[in-house]
Each structure stands twice: as C-alpha cells, then as structure tokens.
C-alpha cells in the first residue's frame, strides 16, 4: 500500500552518531522498513515507503536506456537511497553523504515533517526559513498554482 495521510512537524536532535528519532505514526505508515534517499527538488531528505520505492523503481525503469542524462540522473539518485530499520527507540541512521547532501550536522536539530506521500528531513535552520518564505512573498503564487490542481 502507497504511504499517504502523513502531515504535521517535530523538531529533533540529529544525535553525534548521525540518528534521528521518525515519530510513531509515520513509521506505522511506512512500516517496518523504509527508504531514506536525496530529495530532487529541495536541499532535504525523503522516506519513501517500500511500496513507495518500488512505484519510483518501476516509474523510471520506463526511461529508455538511450537517454544518458536521465541514466546519470537515475544513477546519481540511487546511489544515496539507502534501506531503513528504525531502532527500538524508533531511531534512524542518516548516511554522512546524505547528511552532507542536506545540510544536517551532528548534535544540531532538524525538522521530520510529513508531506502526504512522505517524510521529509531538512536542516531545521532550512525548514524553517523556507516555511517562512512560503507564507511570505511566495504565499499568494503558491496559492494560484494550488487552484491550477483544483486544491
């Protein structure tokens, strides 16, 4: 089953081993393992579920083997998923590439926040000067493209 319904926000601490604690909820809809992987279009970082993961893997394996820039594409975004088992505390391990990938330093905080279909980790710095900019001078754009998606 695709992960869906996940919203909300908590700020934790990135501890000095590189974990991070995903909440309760997210990992009942995630389930048991999940992925942790470079997002495309912000400095953050995405968990996909497995059933997630596998609609991406079968999404891009249609990409004809002809189109090079999308295989280097393909091959730099695979290369920093990486499969999850949260400990019993409900702690993940953030690969130090991933972490560079997104800004997140040992012992600062960061922002697991849900976005429906996943969860994303950013630099709580980030997140939040984003969440700013969002529901400032981009607000009124954001809101024109939503009606564009009827939403």
């Given at each position: 089953?695709?992960?869906?319904?996940?919203?909300?926000?908590?700020?934790?601490?990135?501890?000095?081993?590189?974990?991070?604690?995903?909440?309760s909820?997210?990992?009942?809809?995630?389930?048991?393992?999940?992925?942790?992987?470079?997002?495309?279009?912000?400095?953050?970082?995405?968990?996909?579920s497995?059933?997630?993961?596998?609609?991406?893997?079968?999404?891009?394996?249609?990409?004809?083997?002809?189109?090079?820039?999308?295989?280097?594409?393909?091959?730099?975004?695979?290369?920093g998923?990486?499969?999850?088992?949260?400990?019993?505390?409900?702690?993940?391990?953030?690969?130090?590439?991933?972490?560079?990938?997104?800004?997140l330093?040992?012992?600062?905080?960061?922002?697991?926040?849900?976005?429906?279909?996943?969860?994303?980790?950013?630099?709580?710095?980030?997140?939040?000067?984003?969440?700013?900019?969002?529901?400032?001078?981009?607000?009124?754009?954001?809101?024109?493209?939503?009606?564009?998606?009827?939403?």
């Amino acid at each position: 089953m695709l992960a869906r319904g996940l919203q909300s926000w908590q700020e934790y601490n990135l501890d000095d081993k590189g974990r991070v604690a995903v909440n309760s909820r997210y990992r009942e809809i995630l389930g048991e393992t999940f992925h942790v992987m470079k997002a495309i279009a912000h400095p953050c970082l995405v968990l996909l579920s497995d059933a997630d993961k596998n609609a991406l893997d079968e999404k891009l394996s249609d990409i004809p083997q002809s189109d090079a820039d999308m295989w280097d594409f393909i091959a730099w975004l695979y290369s920093g998923i990486y499969a999850c088992t949260p400990d019993k505390q409900g702690r993940i391990l953030i690969p130090a590439d991933l972490r560079k990938y997104a800004g997140l330093d040992l012992n600062t905080p960061v922002v697991v926040s849900g976005a429906n279909a996943r969860v994303e980790i950013w630099n709580a710095k980030a997140y939040h000067d984003r969440a700013a900019e969002l529901e400032g001078e981009k607000k009124a754009a954001m809101l024109e493209r939503a009606r564009e998606y009827r939403i």
